[in-house]
């Protein structure tokens, strides 16, 4: 699977891509320690960024999560990730969580990838109602989630803790498959 749009690619995680997830973990430290700390960790070195890739391909495979990269067209290098996580297969649900190279912020590079990997998610993996939890000080995510039809649900109390932080509300955001 892959999709395409202006310079960009969006593709599976690949047991390859070890190396440069680790370039981006690292280059982007300081944008992934709040919201993405686990995937962090996970990629300060070389080694632990191939055994994290391996096993989001393993997740990717089995259908329990899906890790997209988003790489230019031109050079391949990763400048982005997207997951579909927490997915329930029983309600057809899943949840964007995403990130983006400091030097490509404010491009719409991550509202084009979400609107691309909706329709993908509604229409190859079945699911139903797709959803974005985002800090209501991130503009840039509520942005995306605004950009991409989804509504404004609630605010979830309590929802996300960042490291060494007391724990902050999130904003709950949905889109739901159109019925013909």
């Known amino acids: 699977m892959q999709l395409n749009f202006a310079f960009y690619r969006i593709t599976p995680i690949h047991q390859k891509d070890g190396w440069s997830l680790c370039n981006f973990a ?3 430290e300081d944008r992934l320690k709040r919201y993405f700390p686990k995937t962090l960790e996970q990629n300060l ?10 096993k989001k391909a393993k997740h990717f495979e089995s259908e329990e ?24 297969w029983t309600t057809k649900q899943g949840e964007f969580a995403y990130c983006i190279d ?3 912020e404010g491009k719409s590079i991550i509202t084009e990838a979400v609107k ?12 139903q109602t797709l959803q974005i939890i985002a800090h209501k000080s991130n503009i840039g995510s509520l942005k995306v989630a605004k950009n991409n039809n989804f509504t404004h649900i609630k605010t979830l109390k309590n929802e996300h803790t960042p490291p060494g932080e007391q724990p902050l509300d ?8 159109e019925i013909e």
């Open 26 to 28: 690292v280059a982007n």
């Open 45 to 54: 070195t070389p080694d632990l960024s191939n055994i994290f890739v391996a």
């Open 65 to 88: 999560e899906f890790l997209f990269t988003i790489k230019e067209i031109e050079t391949h290098k990763l400048i982005g990730l997207v997951y579909i996580k927490e997915v329930n």
């Open 102 to 104: 400091y030097n490509f």
């Open 116 to 127: 691309q990997l909706s329709d993908h998610a509604f229409e190859n993996l079945g699911l």
């Open 170 to 177: 999130m904003e709950l955001y949905e889109l739901y498959k």
